[in-house]
C-alpha cells in the first residue's frame, strides 16, 4: 500500500492540528496503522497506533490524552487529532502500515511496519 501523508505545518503551542494518511492499493482494512515522529537529532519513535478494524487503539506515554487516531477505512484514510500541541512535540511525522492478520493488533515498532509515507513536518512555536 503506498501512503500519502499531509496536514503538517506551523503552529503555537496550545493549538490543535489534524494529520491525515491517505492509503493507495487494496485491501486497506487489513492493514494496522501507525503514526511515528522524527525529531531532529532524534530516532524515530511511536506516536500512535490502530489495529484494522479501527477497535484498538495504543499511545506513546507523553501524547495519551491529547492526541487521538482514527480511521476511515471507506476514504482508506487514518488521522491523528493533535490537541494541546507543545513544542516537543515538534518533529516530522510519518504514517506507515504493516498487514496483520487480526482485527485487533497493535504494531509497536518501527521495523514491524512495511509501507512508510514520506512524512509532514509539524512544528510548534511556544
Known amino acids: 500500500v503506498q501512503l500519502q501523508a499531509s496536514g503538517g505545518g506551523l503552529v503555537q503551542a496550545g493549538r490543535s492540528l489534524t494529520l491525515s494518511c491517505a492509503a493507495s492499493g487494496r485491501s486497506f482494512s487489513m492493514y494496522a496503522e501507525g503514526w511515528f515522529r522524527q525529531a531532529p537529532g532524534k530516532e524515530r519513535e511511536f506516536v500512535a497506533g490502530i489495529s484494522r478494524s479501527g477497535s484498538t487503539t495504543e499511545y506513546e506515554e507523553s501524547v495519551k490524552g491529547r492526541f487521538t487516531i482514527s480511521r476511515d477505512n471507506v476514504k482508506n484514510t487514518v488521522y491523528l487529532q493533535m490537541n494541546s500541541l507543545k513544542p516537543e512535540d515538534t518533529a516530522v511525522y510519518y504514517c506507515?502500515?504493516?498487514?496483520?492478520?487480526?482485527?485487533?493488533?497493535?504494531?509497536?515498532?518501527?521495523?514491524?511496519?512495511?509501507?512508510w509515507g514520506q512524512g509532514t513536518l509539524v512544528t510548534v512555536s511556544s
Open positions: 506507515a502500515a504493516r498487514m496483520t492478520s487480526s482485527r485487533y493488533s497493535i504494531v509497536f515498532a518501527a521495523n514491524q511496519y512495511t509501507d
